[in-house]
């Protein structure tokens, strides 16, 4: 289904350690996923994508893992720092064809302390 | 290169007015999408255009209209403003519109309906 942000849940971590964001999408039959960062009074911001036809994907301190069994994206940043601090959403691409529309979830606040 | 620019930042209408926010995508970049996000909904899907054609709507009433030109600019256009209306609203731009291209988004407009 659509976005629904009623509830923005909230991942505490400490500088230099790990985080994992979880992310369920909605529509199985969905080809492509993308992670995005969106820091206060900005647009979201590409992190990384994936195709359906992969299960990993790394790029710089981050990494992406889809598991279509059970419809579950998660992003994984290493050795979080204070600028990774924001909301991440993920988002899929409809499976409608030739578009580009997206499907975003509900979103997760990144809080990082020293 | 030049990211996605959306003019104004900031708007402050009144009920029943109508407001035109503009975008710029990313040079070369064919492909242009309208989100609106609010606290309460998150990102929704309003409409996306390609190649000056709109190939894709969202569920939103026929108050919110859109076009693009055909050096790939894009407004949007939202008559009888209501309330609700208030929001950020923001513009995305992909190279191709196709399955696995990624949007790239702008910092927004801010509309304030009052």
């Known amino acids: 289904g659509e976005s629904v942000g009623l509830h923005l849940p909230t991942l505490s971590v400490q500088e230099g350690d790990n985080s994992i964001i979880n992310c369920a999408y909605s529509n199985s039959a969905s080809d492509y996923f993308i992670w995005y960062k969106q820091e206060s009074g900005k647009g979201p911001q590409f992190i990384i994508d994936i195709r359906s036809n992969m299960d990993k994907r790394q790029g710089q301190r981050v990494t992406v893992l889809l598991n279509k069994t059970v419809k579950h994206l998660s992003l994984q940043i290493a050795a979080t720092q204070p600028g990774d601090s924001a909301v991440y959403f993920c988002?899929?691409?409809?499976?409608?064809?030739?578009?580009?529309?997206?499907?975003f979830g509900t979103g997760t606040r990144l809080q990082v302390f020293p | 290169k030049a990211g996605v620019t959306q003019t104004p930042r900031y708007l402050i209408k009144t009920r029943g007015q109508q407001v035109t926010l503009s975008c710029s995508p990313i040079?070369?970049?064919?492909?242009v999408s309208w989100y609106q996000q609010t606290p309460g909904q998150g990102l929704q899907f309003l409409f996306e255009?390609?190649?000056?054609?709109?190939?894709n709507k969202g569920n939103f009433p026929g108050r919110f209209s859109g076009r693009q030109f055909s050096n790939s600019r894009s407004e949007m256009n939202v008559s009888t403003l209501e309330l609700g209306d208030s929001a950020l609203y923001l513009c995305a731009s992909s190279l191709v519109g196709t399955v696995d291209s990624p949007l790239h988004f702008g910092n927004g407009t801010r509309l304030t309906v009052t």
């Open positions: 040079s070369g970049h064919r492909s």
């Open positions: 988002a899929e691409k409809s499976p409608l064809g030739n578009t580009d529309k997206l499907i």
């Open positions: 255009y390609f190649s000056e054609t709109q190939r």
